[in-house]
């Protein structure tokens, strides 16, 4: 199995940028479908953003469309995600998670085997 830790949350200011690293350790992360989800105070965790396991085929949720973006690299065994103009509304725990089962990334967080510990993104206005 895999395990993931992520970094680099923090606290910006609105319009601000931040880049999310998550590291894995355990086996390659090719061998996964990667993906984003974040959780706010009283909210559901909700999917962001994936990325299928070899290719740059991307998805993302339409709240961070064109504000975000999913990158990996196989040799450092890391997947980023990068945030640009970043709005109070983006605060949230971030989470890294890892399908080994599908091919075609899933939107449902249930969907995801392995998941880091998350990390905190505060955006303030």
């Known amino acids: 199995q895999v395990q993931l830790v992520e970094s680099g949350g923090g606290l910006v200011q609105a319009g601000d940028s931040l880049r999310l690293s998550c590291a894995a350790s355990?086996?390659?992360?090719?061998?996964?479908?990667m993906g984003w989800f974040r959780q706010a105070p009283g909210k559901e965790r909700e999917f962001v953003t994936a990325?299928?396991?070899?290719?740059?085929?991307?998805y993302y949720a339409d709240s961070v469309k064109g504000r975000f973006t999913i990158s990996r690299d196989n040799a450092k065994n890391t997947v980023y995600l990068q945030m640009n103009s970043l709005k109070p509304e983006d605060t949230a725990v971030y989470y890294c998670?890892?399908?080994?089962?599908?091919?075609?990334?899933?939107?449902?967080?249930?969907?995801?085997?392995?998941w880091g510990q998350g990390t905190q993104v505060t955006v303030s206005s």
């Open positions: 998670a890892a399908d080994e089962s599908n091919y075609t990334p899933s939107r449902d967080y249930y969907e995801y085997d392995y």
């Open positions: 355990g086996r390659p992360l090719s061998s996964y479908v």
């Open positions: 990325i299928r396991r070899i290719s740059t085929l991307t």
